[in-house]
């Protein structure tokens, strides 16, 4: 019915043109005083030509109506099967359609390869740039320097940051599940910060958890570092961190600076650093967002909840309900 309307609306010109001329018609019939039954039949005669035209113009705009919608699923090929054009301005469009066709799949290839380009480069930097800082680290076990070597901890940090956010999307990442033991995943995670909790003099409470998770020990691993790096960074010297289990849950606590109530809905969007962020001048809003992006991928989830002056509480759900489901 609402293609029958359509229809209308687009033949209206037309149709009142034949009204027009059939009352015309009509009148003139009238004032030569031709019978009525004369003018009637005319006017029936006229109608059923007219609906029969109409039924067939009709027909086949339903009919040109559904091949549109048809490729509209298939406007993602590099050629789209178009219908013949019936007149010269359905031509043009099929010249101007082809046109446009050929400039998107040209420019969908050329970013594509520079998004290759740009990926390979990055992905030789981070792996180039560890050499510098193997040595820089074997240069501070003979003179060791903290602050220094707190620092380098950092650009570790980032450069794993850079390896993750290439690797999320990549075409060659892939994703191995098995039990995994939490305990020692977060043992591991805890020394490689270890000299960040000793210079900023960060008490740890550590509850051993005795948890088996079905994930990718890699990619969880990754997920800890960022949430345990986020904590140090904004846990003020003297603080504490807390890592406990609740049920199929890994919490994280601090008692930092926490954060401000109307940035907690947004904290795992790309790019987006809130009030603390803006006051630290250094945070990149890309460690929460990668986190949300792999907890995804893990079939896992994660939740933040803070108060301002009192801290935060991050909490890792590692059920995998969500695949169950799905």
Same mark, same amino acid.
């Given at each position: ?8 609306? %687009? ?5 009142? $043109? ?8 009509a009148a003139v019939f009238r004032l030569y ?32 109506? !559904? ?39 040209? $420019? @969908? ?27 820089? !680290? ?9 602050? &220094? ?22 075409? @060659? ?21 270890? %000299? ?5 003099? &960060? ?36 603080? !504490? ?33 809130g009030f603390n962020g803006r006051e630290d ?15 995804? !991928?893990?079939?896992?989830? &994660?939740?933040? @909840?803070? %108060? ?11 059920? %995998? ?6």
């Open positions: 019915m609402k293609l029958l309307w359509l229809y209308f609306r %687009r033949q209206y010109k037309i149709l009142l $043109l034949l009204l027009g001329m059939a009352g015309i018609f005083q031709l019978p009525l039954e004369a003018v009637l039949y005319a006017v029936i005669l006229c109608g059923i030509w007219g609906g029969l035209l109409f039924l067939v113009s009709f027909l086949s705009f339903l009919r040109r109506h !559904r091949e549109l919608q048809w490729l509209l699923t298939q406007t993602k090929e590099k050629v789209l099967p178009l219908p013949p054009p019936r007149g010269t301005l359905e031509a043009d469009y099929h010249a101007l359609i082809d046109a446009l066709v050929r400039d998107r799949v040209n $420019l @969908s290839a050329e970013n594509s390869r520079r998004f290759w380009d740009m990926t390979d480069y990055y992905t030789l930097w981070a792996h180039q740039i560890k050499t510098p800082i193997a040595a820089m !680290r074997l240069l501070l076990q003979e003179q060791p320097f903290p602050e &220094i070597e707190a620092e380098l901890l950092k650009v570790e940090q980032y450069v794993e940051m850079v390896l993750g956010y290439l690797r999320l999307d990549s075409s @060659s990442t892939d994703y191995l599940f098995r039990n995994c033991p939490l305990d020692p995943l977060l043992r591991q995670a805890i020394r490689k910060f270890a %000299r960040l909790f000793i210079l900023r003099k &960060i008490s740890l409470d550590f509850q051993e958890t005795g948890k088996t998770v079905l994930t990718d020990e890699k990619w969880l691993s990754f997920v800890v570092e960022q949430v345990l790096s986020n904590a140090l960074k904004y846990t003020p010297t003297g603080g !504490r961190i807390r890592i406990y289990g609740d049920g199929d849950t890994l919490v994280i606590a601090d008692n930092g600076i926490g954060i401000q109530e109307e940035d907690l809905p947004r904290v795992f969007e790309k790019g987006y650093t001048k250094k945070s990149t809003g890309i460690g929460l967002y990668l986190c949300r992006q792999v907890v995804d !991928r893990l079939r896992h989830d &994660i939740s933040i @909840s803070s %108060r301002p002056g009192q801290g935060t509480l991050v909490r890792l759900d590692l059920s %995998r309900k969500r695949s169950l489901a799905e």
